[in-house]
């Protein structure tokens, strides 16, 4: 069975940095999967935040994040989402998401949800101004 538990998280202030981390279990191999984060803001649809496929060294960005955020793996099992100069509007409930995936499917699509079909439970990122 596949599990995802979010770690980290918390309350900053505009302008800091905060990491969260999310350990993937339950697959035979790590060797192909999408492993993504995804936000989901008061009153605002759930949306992809960055990606990366585990088989190559590739991530995929949102706008509103690129060069802001990063997201890595620690190891086979974990993979952190680093956020610096974070701003108010990043305030979310943010959520990793793993399926697999190949090569192919590199490119915007990592950053649909409905390509996603093991979830974590969330953890809150707060930024005040």
């Known amino acids: 069975q596949v599990q995802l538990a979010e770690s980290g998280g918390g309350s900053v202030q505009a302008g800091e940095s905060l990491s969260v981390s999310c350990v993937v279990t339950?697959?035979?191999?790590?060797?192909?999967?999408?492993l993504a984060w995804f936000r989901q803001a008061p009153g605002k649809e759930r949306e992809g935040v960055a990606a990366?496929?585990?088989?190559?060294?590739?991530s995929y960005y949102a706008d509103s994040v690129k060069g802001r955020f990063t997201i890595s793996r620690e190891n086979a099992n974990t993979v952190i989402l680093r956020m610096s100069n974070l701003k108010p509007e990043d305030t979310a409930l943010y959520y990793c998401?793993?399926?697999?995936?190949?090569?192919?499917?590199?490119?915007?699509?990592?950053?649909?949800?409905?390509?996603?079909?093991?979830w974590g439970q969330g953890t809150q990122v707060t930024v005040s101004s």
């Open positions: 990366l496929f585990t088989g190559r060294d590739y």
């Open positions: 339950g697959y035979e191999s790590h060797n192909t999967l999408c």
């Open positions: 998401a793993s399926a697999l995936c190949s090569w192919a499917n590199r490119g915007p699509g990592m950053l649909a949800q409905t390509w996603y079909n093991a």
